[in-house]
């Protein structure tokens, strides 16, 4: 196998062209902000502000006692016009904290930049990015803290910056590394130092060969930092996929990337680190990507995390015809929200707009042992016998087919020509198998 | 902004290419011009032979279905796909109820009774083949003609006594033929002008079907290379004329359009793989040994059985299994 690349995984349609080599604009001040009380990891943040509250832009609006938990900020100065439920992208209703901005955007004096970084401790550099609000930006929200904080005698060498990019349509990372190349090349050598490592290497796929460029340009003024092209395919941004193709390295099943000496991080966290320690600025912004056939004008939008999905499509020239689906996320992993008020969170690098022709009701046809999930699958299991065993019921089996290796890209679906609804099903095996491993911990622990 | 309905579906929100019913399309326009040869060589008949066994199929499946209370599922093609190659597989001047009843047999027996497309085990075609040639093995195997064009190869070969509804390979078992003057046949056997089943006399034009469903990317070369292989290679051992034997018979269509069915083949390549050595080793031994002179038809059925076996003994490695640090 070529290194750049792994066994398995398809290559979509990019339809990337609308916005890839679009400049990324501001967005304009939304009319309302709405912070989740429950970002990412699943800690319930607490409010440390009530209704009525003036507050700042980058002040602390929530935060937890939760390990695993990351504070939120107020994206914008204004006022707490409310805190309650919303609907969220998943389609439930959630706590959030809802904020009228005032229009003027007044700082607020925690946001001070970091003097002498480099001469801090890494737990203080941990610490600060956890104070940030930090969290994967590439959309699993997971606690960069978390990441950082190896476990004892763990020992990794290499950083690696996930700038793949490689779902359908979105371009924000894309953006991100040609416009602030030396931005995130800063914030990996804050994150180099978190972990103590020498050296960072940069996975990019090779249908953005300007962001290589860019990064590379920006690289040579940084020890131990590399740019290393990979090939276009689906789902080269997975962490595990990512290592493969950069470092050669394979991570066991159920282990993490540390196993084999390896932290990943996106590039837009790389970059709100950076944002942290040079500018002060918590993470209460990203870039978001609103594209898709049924969007007028598709952009790359720096918008205020909270942002509702409809004042960024209004932002785009709106609709075009009746929409069909609105999509957080990419295609093939993105979520479709019920609503066109949800809003956005540290992890919705796309809102990607489906026309109706486009939003397909398929049915599943009998599964004809074609064998094409088989060969696509990256993670080589067999999703075809993994639905079999979850729509019977056989867990057993299920786990036994190594479903809980799936790292839920959706190629298997993808590729079916029966149009059979594959990861959904190994997702409920995942689902039902944690269960019954939890009910078994719990019965045998005390 | 208006909320207007949206539709709310699990990711992925786009699916790839070629659906169920265009890949059985698609094996149907590959099996065409092996269809059309064979009407070209063995008359109109041929044509009709192969009406009456997809109207039989097509039809068993519509009829079983409504009786069933079942949706009917004759628009994913599956059925005219078992019917043309049941009318391929018999000889072309075949008695017309013998596909009929092969027909009503593949589907309503080995394909619905098992629950239908993706469930059978056997290949409904080969299958329905093998219960006519067992019920009325007379009738079943009569009906092979040599085209007017192809006698001089008889001729050429036997030097005597060219009428004779006798196969290549029939002729061959019975020692009628053998030695150098095989060579003879070579021509014929490509091109299809010679005594055989309806759709498989012509190499020629099975491999232009072939190299559509390659270019289409339905099939792969694992199982029809590995069979094709494996038959020319143990005929050779044993000092037969390893192109004969690949050309005769129904290997190629079997080893191309029936070996390669995705419900009764084995899912992994590696099983694929092992699924066509095996799929040749009983094609050349019943050929050789056997109380028969063609295997492509039991040989594939044996097979089918062994395929759930095969599947669970060809697992792949899973990602990170092999473990190697660079």
């Not at chain 1, 009319?31 to 607490?46: D, I």
């Not at chain 2, 149907?28 to 040869?37: D, E, G």
Request: proline share 7%.
């Amino acid at each position: 196998m070529p290194k750049g690349s792994f066994r398995g995984g398809v290559h979509p349609p990019e339809n990337k062209e609308r916005t890839a080599a679009l400049r990324t604009v501001v967005a304009r001040r939304p009319s309302q902000v709405v912070v989740l009380l429950h970002q990412g990891s699943n800690c319930p943040l607490t409010p440390t502000v009530a209704r009525g509250d003036h507050v700042r832009m980058g002040q602390k609006i929530a935060d937890t006692e939760a390990k695993w938990g990351v504070p939120s900020h107020s994206p914008v100065s204004g006022k707490v016009a409310s805190i309650g439920l919303v609907r969220t992208a998943f389609g439930a209703q959630d706590q959030a904290i809802f904020i009228e901005p005032d229009g003027e955007d007044v700082l607020d004096e925690s946001c001070v930049p970091v003097d002498n970084v480099f001469s801090q401790p890494p737990e203080k550099l941990i610490e600060i990015i956890r104070e940030a609000g930090i969290v994967g930006m590439g959309g699993a929200e997971f606690p960069t803290h978390i990441k950082l904080s190896l476990p004892p005698k763990v020992e990794v060498d290499t950083l690696l910056l996930n700038g793949a990019e490689c779902e359908p349509y979105l371009t924000a990372d894309h953006r991100l590394m040609v416009e602030r190349p030396r931005d995130i090349v800063r914030g990996a050598q804050i994150l180099m130092r978190a972990i103590s490592v020498m050296r960072t290497r940069i996975g990019i796929e090779d249908n953005k060969p300007d962001a290589i460029n860019a990064m590379r340009d920006a690289e040579v003024s940084a020890a131990g930092v590399e740019v290393v092209p990979v090939k276009t395919r689906y789902p080269q941004g997975s962490e595990k996929h990512l290592i493969k193709s950069v470092l050669g390295r394979e991570v066991p099943p159920g282990r993490l990337p540390f196993s084999v000496g390896v932290v990943v991080s996106n590039v837009g966290t790389a970059a709100a680190v950076s944002d942290r320690f040079d500018r002060g600025l918590p993470l209460i912004e990203r870039v978001v990507t609103v594209t898709g056939s049924a969007v007028a004008t598709p952009m790359n939008l720096i918008a205020k995390i909270g942002t509702p999905a409809s004042e960024l499509i209004e932002a785009c020239g709106g609709f075009v015809g009746e929409p069909g689906k609105i999509i957080f996320g990419g295609p093939m992993m993105g979520m479709a929200v019920p609503s066109a008020d949800v809003p956005t969170g540290k992890g919705t690098s796309g809102i990607l707009v489906m026309s109706q022709e486009e939003s397909v009701a398929f049915k599943e046809m009998p599964c004809i042992k074609c064998g094409q999930c088989v060969d696509a699958c990256p993670m080589r299991l067999e999703p075809a016998f993994l639905h079999q065993w979850s729509g019977a019921g056989l867990w057993d089996e299920a786990e036994a087919y190594h479903a809980m290796d799936c790292i839920e890209c959706g190629v298997c679906t993808y590729v079916c020509p029966s149009r059979r609804n594959l990861v959904q099903a190994i997702k409920r095996a995942k689902f039902e198998i944690s269960a019954r491993r939890r009910a078994a911990r719990e019965r045998g622990g005390k | 902004m208006a909320n207007t309905k949206l539709q709310v579906a699990p990711a992925p929100h786009i699916r790839s290419g070629a659906s169920t019913p265009v890949i059985m399309r698609d094996v149907v326009i590959a099996l065409l011009p092996a269809a059309i040869s064979g009407v070209y060589f063995f008359g109109l008949r041929a044509a009709v032979s192969i009406v009456c066994s997809v109207a039989a199929a097509v039809g068993a499946e519509y009829i079983f279905e409504k009786i069933a209370n079942k949706p009917v599922t004759i628009g994913d093609w599956s059925a005219a796909v078992t019917g043309l190659l049941i009318a391929m597989v018999l000889p072309p001047h075949v008695p017309l109820w013998i596909p009929i009843i092969a027909g009503v047999f593949a589907i309503g027996v080995v394909k619905l009774l098992f629950g239908g497309l993706g469930h059978n085990v056997f290949n409904p075609a080969l299958a329905g083949r093998a219960f006519a040639t067992a019920a009325w093995p007379a009738l079943a195997t009569a009906g092979y003609i040599w085209p007017a064009s192809a006698e001089g190869a008889l001729w050429a070969a036997r030097g005597f006594d060219a009428m004779s509804t006798a196969t290549p390979l029939t002729l061959w078992k019975m020692g009628d033929i053998g030695g150098a003057a095989m060579t003879k046949f070579y021509g014929p056997l490509f091109m299809g002008n010679i005594a055989g089943s309806l759709g498989e006399t012509s190499a020629l034009a099975l491999l232009i079907g072939a190299l559509y469903l390659l270019w289409r990317e339905h099939i792969s070369l694992r199982i029809p290379v590995t069979y094709v292989v494996t038959v020319a290679v143990i005929t050779g051992l044993y000092g037969q004329d390893p192109l004969f034997h690949v050309l005769s018979g129904g290997l190629i269509l079997g080893a191309f359009f029936m070996a390669t069915d995705y419900v009764t083949s084995p899912m992994n390549p590696k099983g694929q793989v092992i699924f066509g050595i095996g799929c040749g080793i009983l094609t050349a031994l019943i050929r050789m040994f056997g109380g028969y002179p063609e295997g492509v038809c039991y040989s594939i059925l044996i097979m089918n059985s062994a395929v759930p076996l095969i599947d669970r003994l060809t697992r792949p490695k899973r990602f990170g299994e092999v473990t190697d640090r660079a």
